[in-house]
């Protein structure tokens, strides 16, 4: 039925899984806490602690949305193992068509074709 190999994509997905998930525990790690004790440790008379909770906070800002992305990507890789479970593995989830094996070669865990990835984007 599909000339997808699917056990070349399970491993792919399984190896990217591992490391999104150490990711994701890598970032927690480094920071414990939460920014708004942070920045109620500082002083506010203190003018000299201004450009340093200012860094912190623009660090703290970039961290979050890598720990978002990884989140996502973590998702979509679970449903996308799901899939391959199911058997549905390879045809878009919006309109069912094939997903084209080059898509699958560079976002094992795409689940929408071209088309309808371009008009998710366009929102
Ligand atoms: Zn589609």
Redesign the pocket.
């Known amino acids: 039925m599909s000339s997808i190999d699917t056990e070349n994509f399970r491993v792919q997905l399984l190896t990217e899984r591992e490391r999104v998930q150490s990711a994701i525990a890598h970032l927690r790690d480094d920071h414990p806490g939460s920014l708004d004790d942070e920045v109620e440790e500082s002083s506010p008379t203190n003018d000299n602690h201004l450009g340093e909770t200012a860094t912190a906070t623009l660090n703290r800002e970039i961290d979050y949305t890598l720990g978002e992305n990884s989140e996502q990507v973590l998702s979509e890789i679970e449903a996308a193992l799901k899939r391959i479970e199911d058997g549905t593995y390879g045809t878009?989830t919006?309109?069912g068509?094939e997903i084209a094996p080059e898509r699958l070669e560079a976002h094992p865990w795409a689940s929408?074709?071209i088309?309808?990835a371009r008009r998710a984007e366009r929102g």
């Open positions: 878009c919006a309109c068509r929408l074709c088309e309808d």
